[in-house]
């Protein structure tokens, strides 16, 4: 099995943060999205990984290739032609065999045990969603099998939310429908979309199958990124002791951070290199090499080499996030 990764994505949504990161590396809870897809493809089995990055894509090739435990190949998407077009574009690199696509701003952390034993024709995880369901490509479902598939729609057509991750027991199907929308010029909110490509197949009679995703933190805006730093530091963060500040877990502190005179906590990453010194911070994330002094701040993430002084911001309950550059 290989594994596609799309992460060209400009990250339009989490700006001012994706200025000068990739989407792909923001981190969240100690560790950028990227790393913790890839550890979860690799915890597959899969060792074959194709990633669709951007010109300057750089960022990301540098750090996949540090993997040992990964082949790593890319693909570099010129235009913004959506993820039916970058997907579209790993075509030579899957031929006819069993894929995994797995889209490069979503954390999952739910099993996928079903890819083990004799895995399915084809299977797209789903999650029920409440609210504004206009935000979501949606699926309707006859039994165990997928009939319908809309992006986006303006009129929702069911609560099921197509979660960003697909199998695929054959690619020459899905790339057969991708290469319908390509040649006919056929778009959808002018991008190519994989969702069109995935009618085309139940079109045409493919199975596909929804399976539920358990846990699915989409980090595509501010508030939602804080919103998985908080439920994977719930998850995963732990505590340490730093003379003369006060620490409450959960929190990820890089062990090159400097601590001074500080409460940090619950719910606050800290990058390497960054430095926090009388200061209150809560609910936040601080960037590699960030420096915040005399601040008392919730709901923030401060973005890498951000300097910051004397800033109050206290976020209340359903408030929007504050970002600092």
Excluded at 53 to 63: K, L, Q, T, V, Y
Excluded at 92 to 105: A, N, Y
Excluded at 123 to 136: C, M, N, P, Q, T
Aim: glycine share 8%; net charge neutral.
């Amino acid at each position: 099995m290989k594994a596609i990764i799309p992460v060209a994505g400009s990250g339009s949504r989490l700006r001012p943060i994706t200025l000068e990161t990739p989407k792909a590396m923001v981190p969240v809870a100690g560790k950028p999205v990227l790393e913790y897809i890839l550890d979860q493809v690799a915890g597959l089995g899969i060792r074959e990984v194709v990633l669709v990055i951007s010109p300057s894509g750089d960022a990301i090739r540098r750090f996949v290739d540090r993997r040992e435990d990964l082949e790593a190949r890319y693909v570099v998407q010129h235009e913004p032609l959506g993820i039916g077009h970058a997907v579209y574009q790993c075509r030579s690199f899957v031929d006819d065999t069993p894929v995994l696509i797995v889209l490069g701003d979503v954390i999952y952390l739910s099993d996928y045990t079903f890819l083990g034993g004799k895995p399915p024709g084809n299977a797209i995880g789903v999650k029920r969603v409440e609210g504004d369901l206009s935000r979501y490509g949606l699926v309707e479902v006859e039994g165990d099998r997928i009939t319908r598939l809309v992006e986006k729609p303006d009129r929702p057509v069911s609560n099921l939310a197509i979660a960003g991750i697909y199998y695929f027991s054959r690619a020459a199907p899905l790339m057969a429908g991708l290469e319908s929308l390509v040649r006919s010029g056929r778009k959808t909110r002018n991008e190519y979309q994989l969702t069109d490509a995935l009618q085309w197949m139940v079109d045409q009679g493919e199975h596909l199958s929804p399976f539920e995703v358990d846990d699915w933190y989409d980090c595509g805006t501010p508030d939602r990124l804080l919103a998985a730093n908080r439920r994977l530091l719930d998850l995963n963060g732990g505590t340490c002791s730093i003379p003369g500040s006060v620490i409450i877990p959960p929190v990820d502190i890089a062990s090159d951070a400097r601590i001074h005179r500080s409460v940090v906590g619950p719910h606050v990453a800290v990058s390497s290199r960054a430095s926090v010194a009388r200061t209150i911070v809560r609910d936040a994330t601080i960037g590699a090499h960030a420096r915040i002094e005399n601040c008392d701040l919730r709901g923030s993430i401060v973005t890498p080499h951000a300097i910051l002084a004397d800033r109050v911001q206290r976020a209340t309950a359903g408030a929007r996030c504050e970002v600092f550059v």
